[in-house]
């Protein structure tokens, strides 16, 4: 079975632009959760999406946005980039998103975000 | 959040045994201990989970203590590979209503020499 995969897997923007990045799941994964992990603040759990619905969210500004598809691929938005948006986003993907006790989370490699 | 607390870093050799500690003092009875680890340029891959009773798997081992405040991560025998970061996390048993995501510590830098 194919793993979670990520693109772009870098990509280099420049403050005030936008930027969307993609997350294709584990076939038959239904859950979809982002991360962003920086070196000061490391694994920070962004938000999570289950069959096209977001069902909580981390503590991060309303310019982090996501959604999910009805296939459940899912995208992650982050409009008006601060130089502080430079990290690794990350997505995972688990079957029904009923972790910690019968599912675990399958993490993808990331995509690496400059801000300049 | 009940947290948990590992050493920065911990130095093996290749092929000995490896015993990572983890203390989780203020753990809650039905808190999942939890442990993830993340090879260099990788996500975090999941190595092993338990609640109370000890846990193998073709991985690790997971040792809890009887009273669940500490527990601890078992390689048997650390190849190169096993050079990560390893992220002990509690999360409460699963309730219904959506997934919270998990929360991740600074971890424990293993490193392995040849």
């Known amino acids: 079975k194919a793993g979670v995969t990520q693109t772009p897997r870098y990509l280099i923007k420049t403050r005030g632009q936008q930027v969307t990045l993609s997350c294709s799941p584990i076939?038959?994964?239904?859950?979809v959760s982002w991360y962003q992990q920086t070196p000061g603040q490391g694994l920070q759990f962004l938000f999570e999406y289950f069959s096209e619905t977001q069902r909580n969210k981390g503590n991060f500004p309303g310019r982090f946005s996501g959604r999910q598809f009805s296939n459940s691929r899912s995208e992650m938005n982050v409009s008006t980039l601060e130089l502080g948006d430079s990290a690794l986003y990350l997505c995972?993907?688990?079957?029904?998103?009923?972790?910690?006790?019968?599912?675990?989370?399958?993490f993808g490699p990331g995509t690496r975000l400059t801000v300049l | 959040d009940a947290k948990t607390t590992q050493p920065n870093s911990m130095e093996s050799n290749e092929e000995e045994p490896v015993h990572l500690p983890c203390n989780h003092s203020?753990?809650?009875?039905?808190?999942?201990i939890h442990w993830y680890r993340q090879l260099p340029s990788q996500g975090p891959e999941y190595v092993i989970h338990g609640l109370t009773s000890n846990v193998n798997n073709r991985m690790a081992s997971l040792a809890i203590a009887e009273d669940r405040k500490s527990s601890t991560l078992i390689l048997h025998r650390a190849t190169l590979r096993d050079a990560a970061v390893y992220y002990c996390i509690l999360e409460p048993e699963y309730s219904g209503g959506g997934a919270d995501g998990l929360t991740f510590g600074k971890g424990t830098h293993l490193i392995i020499q040849p």
């Open positions: 076939s038959g994964h239904r859950s």
């Open positions: 203020t753990i809650s009875g039905t808190d999942y």
């Open positions: 995972a993907s688990s079957p029904a998103g009923s972790y910690p006790s019968t599912d675990t989370q399958y």
